[in-house]
Antibody, heavy 126, light 110 residues
Framework: QVQLVQSGAEVKKPGASVKVSCKAS????????ISWVRQAPGQGLEWMGW????????NYAQKLQGRVTMTTDTSTSTAYMELRSLRSDDTAVYYC???????????????????WGQGTLVTVSS | QSALTQPASVSGSPGQSITISCTGT?????????VSWYQQHPGKAPKLMIY???NRPSGVSNRFSGSKSGNTASLTISGLQAEDEADYYC??????????FGGGTKLTVL
């Protein structure tokens, strides 16, 4: 069965970086993309971007451009999301999700997310 | 990309039907048949309930159905049950090859 298992909770100071991992199993990792979605306390879902596990191409949400980097390690079927220059409003639960969509040469048309990780709480506090 | 618009809350009694709306623009909801819906219970990860406007994944009850008209998509839950009480989010593919979520709707089963 498809599973996405994320790394544990993190506490970071403002200005620091955090790297969250998402280990996939139960499917061919390179046949799909991974999206990252975050949820601030008491707030809604916010799409952060996607990465193709096939070729590493990425597409990030405009508001996070320059601060976020998504990568994959195909040898361990693991996706990573690194967020830099953390601020207090980055405090959130971060989810990875398997991305269903139209996969073409240079990227992905992301249509929906069929499996989700359990979430990783990142707290940014001085 | 602005978030899709959902009502903050809806409620219904057991056995009744409710509908949650999700309004976007011609660059997202209205332009593509790629609207999805997610159910989220407190402290849990979201769960896919509807994809491609009206398709249900295997294992999702047929009490859940989706539709779309113009720039507005809808999720209908019939035969409301206590376990349906949760937050519901819509999401859509956009013309920028990104995804955008709605603000979420809290469903209360009275």
């Amino acid at each position: 069965q498809v599973q996405l298992v994320q790394s544990g909770a993190e506490v970071k100071k403002p200005g620091a970086s955090v790297k969250v991992s998402c280990k996939a199993s139960g499917y061919t990792f390179t046949s799909y993309g991974i999206s990252w979605v975050r949820q601030a306390p008491g707030q809604g879902l916010e799409w952060m971007g996607w990465i193709s596990a096939y070729n590493g191409n990425t597409n990030y949400a405009q508001k996070l451009q320059g601060r976020v980097t998504m990568t994959t390690d195909t040898s361990t079927s693991t996706a990573y999301m690194e967020l830099r220059s953390l601020r207090s409003d980055d405090t959130a639960v971060y989810y990875c999700a398997r991305l269903m969509g139209d996969y073409y040469g240079s990227g992905i048309k992301p249509y929906y997310f069929d499996y989700w990780g359990q979430g990783t709480l990142v707290t940014v506090s001085s | 990309q602005s978030a899709l618009t959902q009502p903050a809350s809806v409620s219904g009694s057991p056995g009744q039907s409710i509908t949650i709306s999700c309004t976007g623009t011609s660059s997202d909801v209205g332009g593509y048949n790629y609207v999805s819906w997610y159910q989220q219970h407190p402290g849990k990860a979201p769960k896919l309930m509807i994809y491609d406007v009206s398709n249900r994944p295997s294992g999702v009850s047929n009490r859940f159905s989706g539709s779309k008209s113009g720039n507005t998509a809808s999720l209908t839950i019939s035969g409301l049950q206590a376990e349906d009480e949760a937050d519901y989010y819509c999401s859509s593919y956009t013309s920028s090859s990104t995804q955008v979520f709605g603000g979420g709707t809290k469903l209360t089963v009275l």
